[in-house]
């Protein structure tokens, strides 16, 4: 068996080889790059053959930090793309949708100082839905190096120092015919693993929510 790197943040398991290698030259290039790049094209092919979440009903949760603006679940919802500075996975004036599996993913990733947030709970269907799983230990060796890559991303000083790369690959991902992708959460630890939902076309977002059910108002940990 050849070597492995094991992220301590997101658990995920990545095997040090050629596509390795590839992934973190490909990662590394000058911005107006990155699409353009022979890797760019293998990406796009394996993200073709990725298996999917199975069809199943899951519920899952997105924070936002206390605000006097938020009063129930309509104000959960996910934010214009006019106050969208961009994220890890998607570009400025992009609205998507992020949610953990767990509160305590929600709050590592919104609230590392312990401040307060609102959760809201969401079920999505995934028989309705074509999710990637690049969360799961089946992604091709040069897919978990890529999203290795992307994950450190502006994360204690590894990888990469902006998202570009990352807004790529959830770019690609799209493009492939996906409304979405599971991926390890960035903030975990040993004691805290969670995964993030990234959906690209939130429109469907009241339909997904719990609404006032699932509104559990501030909460802090």
Not at 119 to 137: E, K, M, N, S
Request: glycine fraction near 10%.
């Amino acid at each position: 068996m050849g070597a492995q790197l094991t992220r301590g943040n997101t658990g995920r398991t990545t095997p040090v080889g050629d596509g390795y290698y590839e992934a973190e030259r490909w990662s590394q290039r000058p911005a107006v790059a990155l699409a353009d790049d022979v890797a760019a094209e293998r990406c796009r092919r394996e993200l073709c053959t990725c298996g999917t979440v199975a069809r199943d009903v899951r519920s899952f949760i997105r924070g936002r930090l206390v605000d006097s603006s938020i009063r129930s679940w309509r104000d959960m919802g996910p934010p214009p793309a006019a106050r969208v500075c961009g994220g890890r996975y998607n570009r400025p004036a992009q609205s998507v949708l992020y949610l953990a599996t767990t509160p305590e993913g929600v709050r590592l990733e919104i609230a590392g100082s312990g401040a307060p947030v609102f959760l809201q709970v969401y079920r999505i269907d995934f028989g309705t839905l074509r999710i990637a799983d690049l969360a799961a230990t089946s992604v091709t060796e040069f897919l978990k190096a890529a999203f290795d890559q992307a994950e450190m991303s502006m994360y204690a000083n590894f990888g990469r120092p902006d998202y570009l790369f990352s807004q790529l690959l959830a770019e690609l991902v799209s493009d492939a015919g996906y409304d979405g992708m599971l991926v390890p959460g960035v903030r975990g630890h040993h004691r805290c693993r969670y995964e993030n939902l990234v959906l690209f076309r939130p429109d469907g977002w009241q339909e997904w929510s719990a609404r006032e059910g699932g509104f559990n108002g501030a909460s802090q940990e």
